[in-house]
């Protein structure tokens, strides 16, 4: 089984920063691209940002500019650090990681951490 923990959620005033961090453990033989989501109450979760294993990046609109995402894969960690923040970033945000977990099949699954809430106060 693989296990995502985020790290790094609070509260903050609008225009402070905040460092998400998230941890993959578990059995596996590759973390693929890993990225962050979140969910505002009352909608649907969406992509902030996702990095692959080479560190190739891709950012939402709302994210570009502010946030910068990053890996460190000797660590299986990813992180995201938010700058610039607004309410409008208040959300649970979540971890994902597309992994491989036989060494005799290429096929990768899907994981998800618990999410961390950033509340972002005007």
């Known amino acids: 089984q693989v296990q995502l923990v985020e790290s790094g959620g609070g509260l903050v005033q609008a225009g402070g920063s905040l460092r998400l961090s998230c941890v993959a453990s578990?059995?596996?033989?590759?973390?693929?691209?890993m990225g962050w989501y979140r969910q505002a109450s009352g909608k649907q979760r969406g992509m902030v940002a996702v990095i692959s294993s080479g560190g190739s990046t891709n950012y939402a609109d709302s994210a570009k500019g502010r946030f910068t995402i990053s890996r460190d894969n000797a660590k299986n960690t990813v992180y995201l650090q938010m700058n610039s923040l607004k309410p409008e970033d208040t959300a649970i945000y979540y971890c994902?990681?597309?992994?491989?977990?036989?060494?005799?099949?290429?096929?990768?699954?899907?994981?998800w951490g618990r999410g961390t809430q950033v509340t972002v106060s005007s």
């Open positions: 994902h990681a597309d992994v491989r977990r036989s060494p005799f099949l290429a096929a990768s699954d899907d994981y």
């Open positions: 578990g059995s596996f033989v590759r973390i693929n691209a």
